[in-house]
């Protein structure tokens, strides 16, 4: 999932990281369109191949996002949209046939931060607090070809201890193994100090002291895309299609799913608390005499848990 309001670069990045072009017949709002503009969910599918794996992503944008005068509940889709994959994995997962269930439930949320400001705005920090314990969030600056290297590097301290400082939490890397050569250990020690990871997109190829590259033309040069003196771009995508793919799966399933569906299973159990009490008041003296005798072992635990 991209989160970010219009102008800040998500379609031209999700189309950089993937090398395709998803977004062919996109019409952009004008500004009047704006002024009541709410967040929409756009799902987008596309085919990929890395290391000769071939790979299927479901990439979820959110147009309109933060678009309208009034932000207050530009969450409410993206909230919506996740809790939605849980419900519908849960009930595959509850059912009888149980061996081909369709995971589409959300793994990695890119949330990006525009470039112009000092640190997390005020939006930010709300939609941050509703989404990071729902989803693996990955905090991206956009368009960082407008900062200097010293402003990169100050507004990403900024940006962190705005996080610290509310109590968010971002995807954390793993630690990596000690039997892991020296060379994978680098290049995580590496992508942990490039959180949040500030990139450049773009499709255009360019010609540059005889080889071709993807970048943006200015007067005084060319910023290349892939250029990690330029830009975080790679190291962006070699931990979403590499490194940390399965591990971002992992924490979905093992935290942000659990603790979904440990809600689900408590409402489900005091519902049938309540369900259960109301029948007790309703059959009167007649009741003890027409449960079963599980039922009413199953009820008196519901009254000693009470």
């Known amino acids: 999932m ?108 890119l949330y990006f931060i525009p470039p112009y400001g000092h640190g997390l705005r005020q939006m930010d920090l709300e939609v941050l607090k509703r989404l990071h314990r729902k989803v693996n969030i990955v905090p991206v600056i956009a368009k960082a070809d407008t900062l200097t290297s010293q402003e990169v590097r100050k507004l990403k301290e900024n940006i962190l201890a705005d996080i610290e400082e509310h109590e968010i939490q971002i995807y954390q890397f793993p630690d990596c193994d000690s039997d892991e050569d020296e060379e994978f250990k680098q290049q995580d020690k590496e992508l942990k100090a490039c959180v949040p990871f500030a990139v450049i997109g773009s499709s255009t190829v360019l010609e540059v002291a005889g080889r071709k590259v993807r970048g943006r033309q200015y007067p005084w040069g060319v910023v290349e895309v892939e250029n990690p003196k330029h830009s975080d771009f790679v190291k962006l995508r070699t931990m979403l299609i590499s490194t940390h793919m399965q591990d971002l799966k992992d924490v979905t399933q093992d935290v942000h799913y659990e603790n979904f569906r440990a809600q689900c299973i408590s409402q489900i159990s005091q519902q049938a608390i309540r369900e259960r009490s109301k029948l007790k008041r309703d059959s009167g003296p007649h009741f003890e005499n027409s449960i079963s005798d599980t039922d009413r072992l199953l009820l008196q635990k519901d009254e000693e848990v009470s």
């Open 2 to 109: 991209v989160c970010g309001e219009t102008g800040l670069g998500k379609s031209t990045l999700i189309n950089s990281l993937f090398l395709g072009d998803l977004y062919k017949d996109r019409r952009i709002p004008d500004a009047i369109d704006r002024i009541e503009k709410t967040t929409t969910i756009e799902k987008k599918t596309m085919d990929i191949e890395e290391r000769g794996v071939r790979l299927r992503l479901n990439i979820i944008d959110t147009p309109g996002f933060g678009d309208a005068v009034n932000c207050e509940d530009t969450w409410k889709a993206c909230s919506a949209y996740i809790d939605e994959q849980f419900r519908q994995y849960f009930t595959d997962e509850s059912g009888l046939n149980r061996k081909n269930i369709q995971d589409n439930r959300v793994h990695c949320c």
